[in-house]
């Protein structure tokens, strides 16, 4: 029916203003997303992942500004958005969940003024009409006596638990969109199996759209759809999970599959890439893998490879592939 | 010599030099310190020799004004000494004290501080307790009532003949936790780290322990809030010379002068409360600006307690 | 939270019993405790019948005793100058006092917090640095000097406002005499109370802008925007709630310092407070009256630290769970 994306980001440059000229933080990142989908957003740290995803609501930390690029989110373009009206989009129509759940709910005000108040900033409803809407996304998120967790502080919870209340507020102005970042980093290994498996069914059941941001790409292709990695501001390669995941066409996406243990047989050696990413200042010309990658030709050094269609419904920036 | 050499290229120096505001409070400071401590030298006049005041000189105005007398520049105070010559002094006295107080704080200070957060347990909190419990009766109160009960021990005229020490003593135990519990904070923090787990496995005493190898890491917020102190200890004997419960008339800190010179505001001689007012400002300013700058530049983490 | 209570009520207890022990000793060591009745000019058979008669032979630990509990009814011995019981003095002397400090923390709370939150919100904003600049100088000034350079201006120099004393009173039900009620009570507030908070204000504009930074920079505060909450929510409710914390510990300590600096301020601007009371005290060697006063002004900060320390169990849940255990 609605063939229009649900968001769709063109050309998103983000810069750092520094003392001795600008870092280029995102470069010229372009992706679709359409309603109900999931995207994953991998890479190492440093990437740029999460300021992209803090950059489509805007977010970015000073001295972070958006340089350039267009952002379209149901039919309105973001970047010219005022600042009001984009309040009005922050956590109604998209929502993000933190990485740290321990450092992103506030120490004191309890669980119920921080879901309430988020309620209020977006629809004129009365407090008790709020409170009830809170109550029935705690008991979504399978938080047991939600009434009496509504008093408490964050400090009562344990991570996970507050995991879910921040999931919990995620949902609580029924969002198009979430944008995750690294939402399980900060958990316990044993807890993060639960959280993304909630994470998922309240995607589908809600028919949210799901941007994931993550290192780790285990994580993502358990659930995102279509996986876009990130290399230094870039990306590499964007396509369907299958693709993506199964048959890599990036020489830096193909070296990430072979850095994972579970692909390594036993007793055999990870495949890292050697050396490590590079930092913003020195990011090399041409190709930004160029350093690091075995395959490496005189062409890497001098051109940027351009984003282009390599294998079924897979994109990916690199000369040498055909 | 190559020490100096490396000092002079070393990134302290040259942030320094780059910042004109330290370095004017410094430059500003170090004059300030030169003449005060050169004042016998450079003074036109002996504010402590009786013999050469006449108090028919008293009340001068300073020398751009009417009816100034061209030997004193600054004007007069109301005994008739040299307000320039007395403010020299004043100076002196008053940074000398000021030193002596942060001295004694910082002996006590850190040595409580560090034998507490070393050995931790009852005896720490113990002490914390104390030093909390001080600091909540703020260091000036604490300061005035040790001042009027030295004062009534000692009877005034000996209290007054024994002021530089007994100033010392009193702002020296005043501010001690404060010494403390910036120390007892670093120790703890630097007790965790393996170097000191290490010391303990090879079998150093305490004792070495505590001052050969803590001690050196929480030298920098020590240094950083000693600058503070001076300026606080400066402040804090001025007040106490306000309120007459240190330096006597005869032998003027700038805070004495400036108590002297506010009985005669009223009569318009501004410039006995004036001068040695502006002194001060400038003198702990100059300070704080200089502290300022160091703890930005140091940039410990000053451990909340 | 009543563990803690009891906790804290403890502490407070055993303060004030040093502070008691305190002014005792310098009560023995120092003060005569037959001048206070007698005089001076009574004979040596006369006074060791009186010291015997009055207990003053008795070991150190009963006689403290005795102090305490005469201490516990009000009765902290009489003053030397006044012939009158020392209580009684710093009971007529306190409101001056009292209403100077509640002025000035009016002042002082009135503008450090939007002055504060301001300069941690625009850090880079001339009028931010113009405030910084001014609480740096401010805290070089003594606070005796603002008065005196304040009285030289606004008295002397204009001739706008009184220099001294507390101008028309109005005595209110207990015998309160309150200069707030008539507009040369209030005049003769001005210059004291400004010279006052001259010291306190720079003071707590850094702390609070220093913590509101801190603050601001967090995840929660980042958070609390991507909710969507509207700007002023996010400064005052998520961000300004956490710097308040630290914000009423330091301003239990410093209330302890202003009355400290109440003597100061009222030396100068001839007062009628504690703080003159006790200035005049120290200069005519009144013992009972200074270790009265010490007591007063003792039990008075450990009062306020103990009910600072109580709001701050209030406000920081953190504190209020780890009572309950």
Redesign the interface.
């Known amino acids: 029916m609605d063939r229009q994306p649900l968001l769709s980001v063109r050309d998103l440059e983000i810069r750092f203003r520094m003392r001795h000229g600008d870092l280029t933080a995102v470069n010229r990142v372009s992706f679709d997303l359409a309603r109900g989908d999931r995207l994953g957003i991998v890479g190492e740290s440093g990437a740029g992942k999460s300021v992209t995803g803090f950059g489509i609501l805007n977010l970015v930390s000073k001295p972070g500004y958006i340089a350039g690029g267009r952002l379209l989110f149901e039919g309105r373009e973001l970047t010219a958005l005022p600042e009001e009206d984009l309040r009005q989009i922050r956590g109604n129509r998209i929502s993000m969940i933190f990485q740290d759940p321990m450092m992103t709910l506030n120490p004191v005000l309890t669980i119920g003024t921080q879901m309430v108040e988020t309620i209020l900033a977006h629809r004129a409803i009365s407090r008790a009409e709020a409170t009830a809407i809170a109550l029935d996304r705690i008991r979504k998120v399978a938080i047991p006596s939600p009434q009496k967790r509504l008093q408490q502080y964050p400090h009562e919870f344990s991570g996970g638990m507050r995991q879910r209340i921040v999931i919990a507020i995620a949902l609580l102005n029924s969002p198009a969109l979430i944008i995750a970042d690294e939402p399980t980093t900060a958990l316990d290994v044993t807890i993060q199996a639960d959280i993304l498996e909630l994470l998922l069914g309240l995607c589908q059941s809600e028919k949210m759209g799901l941007i994931l941001i993550t290192h780790d790409l285990a994580v993502v292709s358990q659930v995102a759809e279509r996986i876009a990695v990130m290399y230094a501001g870039t990306i590499v390669e964007i396509g369907p999970t299958a693709q993506v995941a199964g048959n890599p066409q990036h020489p830096y996406t193909r070296g990430l599959l072979g850095a994972l243990p579970q692909r390594v047989p036993r007793g055999g050696r990870l495949n890292q890439i050697p050396g490590m990413m590079p930092t913003l200042t020195r990011v090399p010309e041409g190709c930004p893998f160029s350093n690091r990658c075995t395959l490496c030709e005189e062409v890497c050094r001098r051109r940027v490879p351009p984003l282009e269609p390599k294998a079924a419904g897979c994109l990916a920036a690199c000369h040498l592939l055909d | 010599m190559q020490g100096w050499r490396g000092f002079r290229k070393s990134y302290f120096v040259y942030s320094f030099l780059r910042d004109p505001m330290a370095m004017g409070s410094f430059l500003c400071l170090a004059i300030l310190v030169m003449v005060s401590f050169g004042a016998p030298l450079i003074a036109p006049h002996d504010p402590y020799d009786s013999s050469t005041i006449d108090i028919m000189d008293s009340e001068m105005p300073p020398l751009w004004l009417d009816q100034s007398d061209a030997r004193f520049l600054l004007g007069t105070d109301s005994q008739g000494r040299d307000m320039l010559s007395t403010m020299l002094y004043g100076m002196r006295v008053s940074i000398l004290i000021g030193l002596g107080a942060v001295a004694l704080q910082a002996f006590m200070g850190i040595f409580v501080g560090l034998v507490a957060g070393y050995r931790g347990g009852r005896f720490d909190a113990f002490l914390m307790?104390l030093a909390d419990?001080q600091?909540?009766?703020?260091?000036?109160?604490v300061a005035?009532?040790f001042g009027?009960?030295f004062?009534?021990?000692f009877g005034m005229g000996r209290y007054e003949q024994l002021a530089v020490p007994l100033l010392v003593i009193i702002i020296g135990f005043a501010e001690w936790p404060q010494y403390a519990r910036t120390v007892r904070a670093s120790v703890l923090a630097e007790k965790k780290k393996e170097y000191v787990e290490a010391a303990r496995v090879i079998g150093l005493s305490p004792g070495r322990i505590m001052w050969r190898h803590i001690l050196p890491n929480t030298l920098t917020p020590v240094l950083v809030i000693s600058t503070v102190q001076v300026?606080n200890a400066i402040?804090s004997e001025?007040?106490l010379s306000?309120?007459?419960?240190g330096m006597p008339v005869t032998r003027p800190s700038l805070?004495s002068l400036?108590k002297a010179g506010?009985d005669y505001?009223?009569s318009?001689s501004?410039w006995i409360?004036?001068f040695p007012?502006v002194a001060?400002?400038v003198l702990?300013?100059s300070i704080?600006?200089l502290g300022?700058w160091l703890r930005d530049f140091l940039n410990p983490k000053l451990y909340?307690a | 939270m009543f563990a803690f209570f009891i906790r804290r009520v403890t502490q407070a207890v055993f303060v004030m019993l040093v502070i008691s022990l305190i002014g005792f000793t310098i009560k023995q060591s120092v003060g005569d405790p037959l001048r206070e009745i007698t005089g001076i000019s009574v004979s040596a058979a006369e006074r060791d019948a009186l010291r015997e008669k009055l207990g003053l032979n008795d070991p150190f630990l009963l006689q403290w005793g005795r102090f305490l509990a005469r201490a516990l009814q009000g009765d902290l011995g009489n003053s030397f100058y006044f012939k009158r019981p020392a209580l009684q003095v710093i009971l007529g002397k306190a409101p001056a006092t009292l209403e100077l400090v509640f002025s000035t923390s009016l002042l002082v709370v009135l503008l450090s917090i939007p002055i504060g939150i301001y300069a941690a919100v625009r850090p880079r904003a001339w009028l931010a640095r113009f405030f910084m600049g001014v609480s740096i100088v401010g805290v070089s000034i003594p606070v005796f000097l603002t008065a005196i350079l304040l009285i030289y201006v606004f008295s002397v120099g204009l001739g706008w406002l009184p220099s001294f004393g507390r101008g028309e009173l109005v005595t209110l039900f207990g015998g309160w005499q309150s200069g707030y009620f008539t507009s040369d009570g209030l005049k003769h507030l001005i210059l004291p109370s400004i010279a006052l908070s001259s010291i306190m204000l720079p003071l707590f504009i850094r702390l609070i802008r220093a913590e509101m930074k801190e603050v601001l920079e967090t995840d929660y505060i980042k958070y609390a925007r991507a909710k969507g909450l509207k700007p002023g929510r996010v400064l005052l409710v998520h961000g300004f709630k956490n710097t308040l914390l630290p914000v009423i510990t330091v301003g239990g300590v410093q209330l302890g310092t202003l009355i400290a600096f109440t003597i100061l301020t009222e030396t100068v601007f001839q007062w009628q407070g504690m703080g003159a009371m006790f200035i005049e005290a120290v200069d005519r060697a009144d013992t009972s009256l200074i270790v009265a006063y010490l007591v007063f002004v003792g039990a008075l900060f450990v009062t306020v630290n103990t009910v600072v320390d109580l709001v701050y169990g209030l406000v920081n849940p953190m504190i209020r769970i780890a009572g309950r255990r």
């Open positions: 307790r419990v600091l909540s009766f703020s260091t000036y109160m005035i009532f009027a009960l004062q009534a021990a300026a402040m001025a007040a306000f309120i007459g419960l805070g400036i506010f505001i009223f318009g501004w409360t004036l007012g001060l400002v702990i300013l704080n600006l300022d909340k």
